[in-house]
């Protein structure tokens, strides 16, 4: 679908210019790749729920997919960062050409930053229109733009804590920094998805909370787990240095909990610390562990999972669905294995 | 309908915390005020042709005002802008905010434009929401949101440009400018909403087509007389500081008709001054004058403005429309005089 997508935008910008076309391609680069969650969530719920229109199920997964890259593309330029898991971003690849050009580094940072909110402003209007082309219409229609509506409603509120809690000269508590993570990226990555999915599948409103619950919790695990690997992780399967969060001195539950115990005042100095060395991080990681930090974060991510598992519990989810669903929850644990 | 919309917008936000609903709340302040030159356009169309479900109408005037009020946040953080018309924008007032609190400015600035960014995002995705809400459904609704969508696939392109032009060591021709201002703005101020008005209206093929005609003419000669303004305008009509455009060194007609005449050479010293006064201003203006450049864009503008008449000679455009179009295109031209 989302080929489809991106050859007819191509094709449509040809009569604007080379450059356009260019700035498609690059949108196109940022969207595919990456784990592709959103439809995955989509269509297991659809289909789990005994869907049969495929073409519709992959429209509205192509859906939040889009929205998705929306999202990344403007907290890239928020966060004024370049790449992403080691590549160059929309706002990277925009600036690499003007530096290239000889344009000084600020200017050309500013002009990689611009293309990229262009880039994201077509993403997110297209995520609503993809909807709109999957054939469906009437009241599931309207429902599902009322989910996607509510995804951006809430990833936005997300994104403005973050924005906030960047300012503050005080560290956030664990709850929330929870509420962070799950208005910015859980509901749009997982509670959304499987509502769609269900609802396009014709579920009763039992089912489709019951799934809803279960992508919030499972949502927040994966995010807690995200902060774990974000300093404990191996480079080798995540893709990103296990130095970057403590040297951005990024708000984690790792964090916001370690603020709490007596090892702080050890790990203080090295939280938002530009040149942290490895040297320095393994000294951060060991007090993360002394503090109880890594375990506390351990077994939230794991008391999410089991709220996860309880909502699947309900009597009117089939059990393939069930066992799909169960296998993802897990699947999100073993990754701090 | 904008009214409404906000109001269960800032109700919903209630749940996500203060700043949230703070967050409508200066979204709505950006939305408020200004010309209306969309929803008159919208409506102008639709009564015009015979339309009397005003109720539609105006939702589909309040998308294209509430895409507007998008374009021209994000256009703000890209021309890193903090205030419009002399009254702080997003960027300016999350700025402003953060300074008071003693947060140093570059990080400051960064905040504010962070936050415009998020709310530049809310309006953009609800601006489509909108025309669901008008209550059209069918082929008629299918056809509203293609023009909104090229509204905002043209404006895009248009910025796009203007990215890359104000990069550009080289000053850009005549008609680039043209077509940069035509498609950033022209096209989803004037064409695109006068487009939707007569598509509600259910009004043939050959009529859209005149008023899109019209619109685009009109809209090209309000952007040339804008350039006008902004060098030769008056203060106190204007509401700009006719400094403005000189000390940014902004693409104008005006200016890349000045790049080819021997006045030229005592001009370009001045373009992009940052600190030009209004002395410098007065020499630019008279050499504007003798190099012809002024009364060039004056015919330029005019041009513009007899095509969009022609356009309205269509015989199937009803002669109270003819009226009041005909006199928003003198009006356009008025200003400059």
């Known amino acids: 679908m989302l080929d489809r997508f991106f050859s007819l935008a191509k094709n449509r910008a040809k009569a604007f210019g080379a450059e356009y076309v260019k700035l498609w391609e690059a949108l196109e680069c940022n969207t595919s790749g990456g784990k592709r969650f959103r439809p995955r969530m989509v269509m297991a719920a659809y289909e789990g729920l005994g869907g049969t229109d495929i073409h519709a199920a992959a429209y509205v997964g192509a859906a939040f997919e ?77 429902h ?91 480079e080798t399967e995540t893709g990103k240095t296990t130095l970057g969060d403590l040297r951005e001195g990024k708000r984690t539950v790792l964090i916001a909990h370690a603020t709490q115990t007596p090892e702080w005042s050890v790990i203080y100095p090295y939280i938002g610390k530009s040149d942290l060395s490895e040297r320095d991080a393994t000294l951060v990681r060991t007090a993360l562990e002394v503090s109880g930090s890594r375990s506390f974060t351990e077994r939230l991510a794991r008391s999410h999972v089991d709220r996860a598992l309880a909502s699947l519990a309900h009597p009117e989810i089939p059990e393939p669905l069930r066992a799909e669903l169960s296998a993802v929850a897990f699947d999100v644990l073993s990754r701090v294995r």
Not at 92 to 105: H, K, L, V
Not at 151 to 164: R, T
């Open 66 to 142: 889009l929205l998705h890259t929306a999202l990344i593309v403007h907290d890239d330029v928020i966060d004024r960062d370049f790449s992403r898991r080691g590549i160059p971003n929309v706002s990277g690849s925009y600036r690499d050409i003007a530096t290239t050009a000889g344009i000084p580094i600020p200017t050309a940072e500013h002009r990689g930053m611009s293309v990229a909110i262009i880039a994201g402003d077509l993403a997110l209007f297209n995520s609503y229109r993809l909807i709109d082309r999957s054939g469906v219409t009437g009241e599931v229609r309207e």
């Open 144 to 234: 599902l733009l009322e989910i996607l509506d509510y995804a951006l409603f809430a990833s936005a509120a997300g994104e403005l804590i973050d924005v906030d809690l960047s300012l503050t000269a005080g560290l956030p508590g664990v709850d929330e920094v929870l509420t962070m993570e799950r208005l910015k990226t859980a509901v749009y990555t997982f509670e959304s998805p499987l509502q769609a999915g269900a609802v396009l599948a014709g579920a009763p409103d039992v089912v489709v909370a019951a799934l809803a619950s279960y992508g919030r919790e499972v949502g927040i695990a994966y995010q807690i787990v995200d902060d774990l690997l974000g300093v404990f992780g191996l």
